[in-house]
């Protein structure tokens, strides 16, 4: 990376006088001990992040390979067996499906949004709420879908009172539909932020070039909307992934951890719930990091792939 | 967007306009959205039968347990914003302004997060860190977590407002001109990030007062783990509560709309 604003000295305190800037020695002078001062802060907060986000997750990684200070592949064994193997294959289908069902729904709604007849007060309207409800999730998250699908929820007395008995004909909110429709209520506005940028990206010109050229909608879609959104939107999907993959307090306060999901069970693991077994936790946590970093990973080469096109 | 502006005088020219397909699907994804706002307000209200007061409101402002736990999620709030932004504001200045090469580190770091999620934190955290016991057995054990959890948006919220400004010429007629850094400082950069410092205030007291995670598996009892506790016993209560979360997020979004735009009328 080619640097013009600061030679490479110059990063350093102390460091040697700089050609480009010939008042600038005279400055350095001045400010004497006081040049080490943004180091001082620069090493604060990379010590801060070692001590608290670095050392831990090392933590996380070597305590699944050792007990009493002996390496051990027991924990990491242990997370294939039958339960944990079934919490890591229930969490993973609930983060696709919710993240597929939201990147379609997501996408259908971003695009309409973005139509230049759109009402400005829808648009706005969208937008904003989307900010909001992709970052309502939680605890208040799962009680409002309880005032709403629980047993005593408003809808679900409501169809009572016209003759439907939604509990007596098999559907339960506490159960794996039950949090898919709930993880919708923030996937799908999260879809919403994500992919409007490439939409908005798409030039009305690239349509009338095609329309010129004398292609239809359908050849509009299949050879320039839907190639160049195709990136954008499986980077979408797997951030999307990952935001289910990971989500503790919206399962917990709706099953309280019946169902068995990954962070549920780690979270079950450390506060003692079970049998307290820190490394098992550590093991768990360890196969979360693996496919959150292989997510992170993706996500990052699709967003590199889909700037190409802009 | 000179492109955006000159294609909106050219809408004419396609019938882009949603049609009745397109404004059923926006009605069917209102109704999804907002039907639970809708009954959790209704929920809070609703005292049994047919019923409808104030009843779980009242319960609630007299609970001391619920006053507590909100104060202790604000204090830990406070103290999260306040180590934010003294470790992060210098940093990304002066990263941005003696060291940009580090800038590539930074956005790495503050994306880990992502792949480190709560609960692998937390578990890092109670692992690592056994003592002492002052430290571990008191809840601000939580606020170097919450620091991290909240990283990547305090960060980018930052970054932004840093990279808008022109630091280094800033810097330079400021020094050139007899000031210290301190004044630099105070006088010249942070009231001109402050659209920046609000955003990421508020975006803060949001994460850190929903923030369930940590305070449940530690077991400190913190605002969302009081939600969730009165909702085993009183989900009207639990739904005036999430109510209030709701508007509380909501409030906080407008905030940074509000002072983000007007940054950019400026």
Redesign the interface.
Known sequence: MADSHLPASAALPGGASDGHYPEKPAVRRRQGLASLIPWFFIALFFLFITAFLILPSITVLLGAFFENGAPTLKFVRQIFGRHYLHAYIVTTELAALTALIATVAGLVTAHIVQMRGTPQWVRTGITSFSGVAANFAGVPLAFAFISTLGTLGMVTVWLKVIGIDIYSQGFSLFTFTGLTITYLYFQVPLMVIVITPAVQGMRKEWREACDNLGGSSFTYWRRIGIPILTPPTLAGFILLFGNAFASYATPYALTSGLIPLVPTEIGNLLSGNVMAAPQLGQALALGMIVVMGLAMLLYWLLQKWASKWR | MA??SR??R??K??????GLL?WF??VV?AG??I??????G???FWAGGSNYNFSAYVALFQDGDMWRSLTLSLRLAVETIVITQV??I??VL??S??????R?VLEM?S??????????????????YRGPSWFVSSPEFMI??Y??LA?PYTYRALDVGVQALDV?TLT?AG??LGA??TQIFLRVIIPNLRSAIIGSTLLML?IVL????FA????FNTF?VY??YI?QTS?TE??A???F??LF??LA??GI?ITGAKRGGR
């Open positions: 492109i955006a294609a909106a050219q809408a020219l396609h019938r882009d306009r949603p397109a699907w926006l994804v999804y959205f039907l639970p706002l809708i009954a959790m209704m929920f809070s470790l992060l210098p940093t002066f990263v302004l003696r060291a940009p090469k580090l590539l770091i994306n880990m997060p992502f792949v480190v999620p709560a609960i692998v934190l937390v578990a890092g955290l109670s692992a690592l170097p977590g620091v991290i990283l280094k330079q020094l050139s210290s850094w949001a929903g923030e369930f995670t449940n598996v530690l077991l969302a939600i969730n909702g989900g639990a739904a509560l999430s109510l979360s709701f997020t909501w979004m407008l709309m």
